[in-house]
């Protein structure tokens, strides 16, 4: 056979441009195809021996081979797999995306054959990903069982290639790459063996790479000689582990192993809180091991690393470490590996196809995670709790932006209240099963701290009442109370919004005649002290909600809170000025005083002043600045110098 130039049989130089400068995002993913494809040869070749013996010829241990030679710039990656014949060089090589492993899968499909093999290629296009690095490519193969002379074809990537007749000793494949001039780096022996690691650790078999190593003589106890010169030597090398956990049976795994392989996935020193590992199989097949980690890692909140947590194999190859398809966002705190033997991919193996069976990946894992989690808070409640300090406020965000799971993910909840101890949490069901008889709605309280909410003066009615009260102290928990509207029929509400009334038909009747006469009484002081603050009130109104305090600031049903304020504004942004309510409680002693110089004098100076003070005294207890600290404080000390000098007086 002569040497015959040829033309790529599809429109070659526009696809083949596209394959080398579009398809593919880092020039280093041209290992992991070519080893793929390697991957892909040998166990084709592994199931044909099934039956025909003599494939094997006299070379039956599989392995991939990588040897670089610096002087003329090439890589090449070796195989003892299936080799091509003439046809499969221009149905597999010169045709661009016609997959000869593709080909095969369908011919086994079309033969009703059993045991396929786990091929990795679906497209037939990864193999051009080395011109990324390379101005040539030559290939030498020889297809197994084929007694006839082996091929070689080269091409520049310019759109024609040759084929010529060759010798190769053994079935396999040689593809080696003449690297361009900015590509000496893949020559390296360190930058191969991380290739290797980052992609291929866990390919089936082993990729191996002669290495050179110094030795010195040594004797026959195994001492160096003395004076003898240490020699360099090539010594044969395997990069990767091939030590796939997720494909073992668990009965084979230690606790130990399950550690281990999660500390080299997470990078965290500290053994994980949970271990998940399953097969899936149905509509979908997948191995999955997940772990959930016991304490939250430093860089969880930032953007960059949000879908970094689960790794996407594909048999065994590395696909990516950046998949948003694979878990939800609020499941970022997930580290481990998913591989699937089905899944399809694009043609640079990169971006996931946006299909059915990454759907049902990702509901399979959401389910399988929930699961665990809703099985460790029945029967560990402390382990969960750990889990629930570590990663609650993430697992929020689901409340807000997974409506399918929004019920699931309540079940998970946990939070502080008026009833639980400092250490303790509590479920809305276990709240909800507490409720007492006349309790129609869940109430919360959201805040900087469980200290700060504890004491704030809109719980009193509500403790007088024996009504338990949630506190929400995490950030996000203003956006997680926007999604979470009801729970087992109950509406969620706050306690510091709104007009809370918290008495029965029949208590509202027998106070009905008090509550009239109250607000005929103080009409003109409420008035007034609207007129006094102006725009800084929305309202000033009597309080059902306070039974101790004199005064407290509410915001509208559905307007902002004062926490949710305070957010915004760390966040830089603009929010415009809140007009609250200042609720008065007409029992005070305060509110009694200031109706009584209200009564006696509408205009006296001082009842400005006490309105001014009660304002501030009630941005104080919702956590908030007061605007004039300096005059707050003026006006305080003038307070108590004012007392001090009518006890003094009285003595």
Known sequence: MSTKRRKFKTEVQQLLDLVIHSLYSNKEIFLRELISNASDAIDRARFESLSDASILESDPDWKIKIAVDKDTKTLTVTDNGIGMGPEDIDDCIGTIANSGTRNFLAQLQENKEKLPPELIGQFGVGFYSAFMVADKVTVVTRKAGDPASALRWESDGSGTYTVEETTREK??????????????????????????????????????MDVQREETEKDEDGKPVEGAEPKTVLTEETLNSQKAIWQRPKNEITEADYHEFYKHVSHDFTDPLETIHWNAEGHTEFR??????????????????????????????????????????YFRFLRGVVDSSDLPLNVSRELLQEDRNLRLIRKNLTKKVMDTLAGLLEKNRDKYITFWRAFGPVLKEGVSTDFENREKLQDLLLFTSTTTEKDQCTTLAEYA??????????????????????????????RAKGYEVLFLTDPIDEWVVQGLHTYDKKTLKSVAKGDIDLDSEDEKKAKEETRKQAEEAHKGLVGKLKDILGEKVKEVRLSHRLTESACCLVADEYGMGTHMEKIMRAM????????????????????????????RTPDDPKVAEYAELLYDQALLTSALPVEDPLLFARRISELMAAQGKSILGQE
């Open 288 to 329: 999955a091991l997940i772990y959930i980690p016991s304490q939250a890692p430093m860089d969880l909140f930032m953007p960059e690393n949000r879908n970094r947590g689960v790794q996407l194999y594909v048999r065994r190859v590395f696909i990516t470490d950046n998949c948003e398809e694979l878990v939800p966002t």
């Open 433 to 462: 099963a507490r409720m007492p008889e006349g309790q129609k709605d869940i109430y919360y309280l959201t805040g900087e701290s469980r200290e700060q909410v504890a004491n704030s003066p809109h719980l009193e009615a509500f």
């Open 171 to 208: 079935r396999g494949t040689d593809v080696t790459l003449h690297l361009k001039e900015d590509a000496d780096e893949y020559l390296e022996e360190w930058r191969i063996r991380k290739i290797v690691k980052k992609f291929s650790d866990f390919v089936e078999h082993p990729v191996c």
């Open 572 to 599: 830089n942004q603009e929010v415009p000025p809140a007009r609250r309510i200042l609720e008065l409680n007409p029992d005070h002693v305060v509110v009694d005083v200031l109706q009584k110089l209200y009564d």
